[in-house]
């Protein structure tokens, strides 16, 4: 079974920074598609950041460019999303996701992945 387990979640106060990891197990992350979402109460789950495992690929929202970065490391089985300059807007529950195939065309569209996580809560205030 493919699981993924997110942590690194807390609470920061506007402009601070936060990393998080997502820790995946039974699944082959060679050139797949691994990304990271978010969810904030009232919203549409939306697409943060995705890169394609084994590559430099990478695909960031709007919203976040400029302050967050994905990284994977696969030595051990690990995604991560580094973020800086955080707002209060960036508050919301983190997931993390990956697709059994490589990346489509609609890396942001939560239906394209496969396996997720079970969150991690942000709070920015």
């Known amino acids: 079974d493919v699981q993924l387990v997110e942590s690194g979640g807390g609470s920061v106060q506007a402009g601070g920074s936060l990393r998080l990891s997502c820790t995946h197990s039974?699944?082959?992350?060679?050139?797949?598609?691994m990304g990271w979402f978010r969810h904030a109460p009232g919203k549409e789950r939306e697409g943060v950041a995705v890169i394609r495992t084994g590559s430099t690929s990478t695909w960031y929202a709007d919203s976040v460019k400029g302050r967050f970065t994905i990284s994977q490391d696969n030595a051990k089985n690990t995604l991560y999303l580094q973020m800086n300059n955080l707002k209060p807007e960036d508050t919301a529950m983190y997931y993390c996701?990956?697709?059994?195939?490589?990346?489509?065309?609609?890396?942001?569209?939560?239906?394209?992945?496969?396996?997720w996580g079970q969150g991690t809560q942000v709070t920015v205030s």
């Open positions: 039974g699944y082959t992350s060679s050139r797949h598609c």
């Open positions: 996701a990956a697709r059994a195939r490589g990346c489509s065309l609609f890396v942001f569209r939560p239906r394209e992945y496969d396996f």
